[in-house]
């Protein structure tokens, strides 16, 4: 089989949320356990805090939220003996690479991310070149270490095919075929999961609403009013996923309810078929509090243990510093620089 290497991240932007839990972090954690069974521990998860710096001014809470995504890590089932856990600025080479890509990817081709234009909002001559530039960083986060596969949330989709063409042009650039081009692995059930007060936005580290999402955080009392206050709406649940169209808000909680029980979406709808969801919401909450308890009483417990944590954030930047810095020294050699 070939040699596959997992990369992907968390932004410390906020607090983190059961989308990304069911959107990246469980699946990590499955790669990684089937990986590990066939020997090929080649993982690397990072706590990406300079992405963080593109759309966050208020520097306070920044350490504490990089402490509690590389505790959420472990508390979601990481094994930090198999994969390395890193903070994305103890590496510097990923902003090194990313100069290198700067240098050679088209204006048009970052022109096309919506992500930027979301986010920058109406007036873009004043959001910052960070914000702009920052799916080439993600795409430097991940050549860096020649990863093969990227699992990741929606979201990130166009950001992971941009990592890939340019992975595609440097190869061209230097006539070479240094890069493989890596694959974004997207779990088609949990790849959006929406916010809890509008069926149509993704549910979001930035909403200014904090009853839009489930923090992985919250304690069972506050996920359960969260539960109750979700936008839904009067009619009985369907017992078939087509009469959920055009019902976004229901759609996502039968979602939410069907990953985390691991069932379809169709089985959730015969099994509630006819029933409100006055009724199904104590049940979404029991599910939901039976996965993220245990994680928060960890998540709670690694925080107490800071300098178990920074052992493990200082032994995974010296894993991830070993490999980017073998792979900058063969780019910088590509790109015709003398050699440090
Ligand atoms: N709602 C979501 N459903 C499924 N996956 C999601 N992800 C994020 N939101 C959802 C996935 O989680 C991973 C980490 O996300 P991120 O921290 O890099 O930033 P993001 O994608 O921009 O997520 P947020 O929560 O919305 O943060 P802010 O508000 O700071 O931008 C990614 O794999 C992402 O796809």
């Not at 069926?199 to 580290?205: A, E, N, Q, R, T």
């Not at 979602?255 to 069932?263: D, F, K, V």
Request: with cysteine; hydrophobic share 40%; aromatic share 6%.
């Amino acid at each position: 089989m070939k040699n596959q290497r997992i990369l992907s991240g968390v932004r410390p932007t906020g607090h983190i949320h059961l989308g990304n839990y069911l959107g990246a972090i469980r699946q990590w954690v499955r790669l990684s356990q089937s990986l590990s069974k066939q020997g090929l521990n080649e993982q690397l998860f990072c706590i990406v805090d300079q992405h963080a710096l593109t759309t966050q001014s208020d520097t306070n809470n920044l350490s504490l939220n990089t402490y509690t995504i590389a505790a959420a890590y472990i508390a979601c089932g990481i094994n930090p003996d198999e994969s390395a856990i890193f903070i994305q600025s103890h590496v510097p080479a990923h902003t090194e690479l990313a100069w290198y890509l700067s240098c050679i990817a088209p204006l048009g081709w970052l022109n096309r991310m919506t992500q930027f234009k979301d986010k920058a909002g109406k007036d873009t001559g004043q959001a910052c070149l960070g914000l702009y530039a920052y799916p080439v960083l993600m795409a430097a986060d991940i050549l860096i270490y020649k990863a093969t596969q990227v699992p990741v949330g929606e979201d990130q989709k166009q950001h992971v095919e941009l990592a890939r063409d340019l992975a595609g042009l440097f190869n061209r650039h230097c006539d070479v075929d240094y890069f493989p081009l890596p694959e974004p692995l997207i779990n088609k059930s949990t790849a959006r999961i929406m916010s809890l007060r509008d069926g149509s936005k993704k549910m979001s580290k930035s909403d200014l609403s904090d009853y839009s999402r489930l923090h992985l955080t919250d304690e069972n009392d506050l996920l359960t009013l969260k539960i109750r206050k979700a936008k839904t709406d009067s009619d009985p649940i369907p017992d078939a996923i087509k009469g959920l169209e055009s019902r976004l808000e229901a759609q996502n909680l039968l979602g939410i309810y069907a990953n985390l029980t691991e069932q379809t979406l169709e089985s959730v709808c015969q099994q509630f078929a006819g029933q409100l969801f006055s009724a199904f919401k104590p049940i979404l909450t029991e599910v939901v509090i039976s996965t993220l308890q245990p994680i928060r009483e960890k998540i709670f417990q690694l925080r107490e243990e800071k300098s178990y944590l920074n052992q493990i954030l200082h032994k995974g930047a010296e894993t991830a510093n070993q490999l980017a810095n073998k792979n900058l020294s063969e780019i910088r050699t590509l790109l015709g620089l003398v050699d440090r």
